[in-house]
Nanobody, 127 residues
Framework: QVQLVESGGGLVQAGGSLRPSCTAS????????MGWFRQAPGKEREFVAS????????SYADSVKGRFTISRDNAKNTVYLQMNSLKPEDTAVYYC????????????????????WGQGTQVTVSS
């Protein structure tokens, strides 16, 4: 069983950048597909990005394509979400998630397909 801990959220002005990270422990990191999700107040949790075990395949929500980049460092058991050109509507709690089962697209975008979740990190974008 893997444990996930996020860090790196914060407050930034519109147009700025942040790079939250998520460090895994407790199991072999390369066994897991990793995802980032977010949840704004009063809204459902939604998919942001996912990355394959090797890091060779990624997918993104349309709302963040071209602005966000997901990456992983398997030597450091860490997944990152580089967020550029941030907008106020990106304000949310950002969660990383992990799944060990093999999944086919678009299952990687589904909240319920992930088995393990971090505690979340707040990202606030001011206008």
């Amino acid at each position: 069983q893997v444990q996930l801990v996020e860090s790196g959220g914060g407050l930034v002005q519109a147009g700025g950048s942040l790079r939250p990270s998520c460090t895994a422990s407790g199991d072999t990191f390369t066994r897991y597909v990793m995802g980032w999700f977010r949840q704004a107040p009063g809204k459902e949790r939604e998919f942001v990005a996912s990355i394959s075990r090797s890091g060779g395949s990624t997918s993104y929500a349309d709302s963040v394509k071209g602005r966000f980049t997901i990456s992983r460092d398997n030597a450091k058991n860490t997944v990152y979400l580089q967020m550029n050109s941030l907008k106020p509507e990106d304000t949310a709690v950002y969660y990383c998630a992990a799944v060990r089962r093999p999944l086919r697209p678009p299952a990687y975008q589904v909240v319920g397909e992930y088995d393990y979740w971090g505690q979340g990190t707040q990202v606030t974008v001011s206008s």
